[in-house]
């Protein structure tokens, strides 16, 4: 499966954006879906996913800003940033995993929080 996100860019301390991510070509019942994310010098880390049945789980640094969402129809998962902090710029990317257990990742959409 191949996804391809969307909607990174750059935003003032307080803004909002929003990602999105689109799975294509041999889709296999996903499982789970998500966003991860990576800062300079930092390890990669999940920020929010979504399972099929609409369970969400946020880090700890995003919860009460950020929201997931998922289209199990169209295979798309979204991630509503609001309240953006200079500490969330970092590279994006969306993951899926499937039922058997294959994962994908996305290319990665940059976020620059920043005044």
């Known amino acids: 499966v191949q996804l391809q996100a969307s909607g990174g860019g750059w935003v003032q301390p307080g803004g909002s954006l929003r990602l999105s991510c689109a799975a294509s070509g041999s889709i296999p019942r996903l499982y789970q879906m998500g966003w991860y994310r990576q800062a300079p010098g930092k390890q990669r880390e999940l920020v929010a996913n979504?399972?099929?049945?609409?369970?969400?789980w946020y880090a700890d640094s995003v919860k009460g800003r950020f929201t997931i969402s998922r289209d199990n129809a169209k295979n798309m998962v979204d991630l509503q940033m609001n309240s953006l902090k200079s500490e969330d710029t970092a590279v994006y990317y969306c993951?899926?995993?499937?039922?058997?257990?294959?994962?994908?990742w996305g290319q990665g959409t940059q976020v620059t929080v920043s005044s």
């Open positions: 979504i399972v099929s049945s609409s369970a969400a």
């Open positions: 993951n899926a995993v499937a039922l058997s257990g294959l994962e994908s």
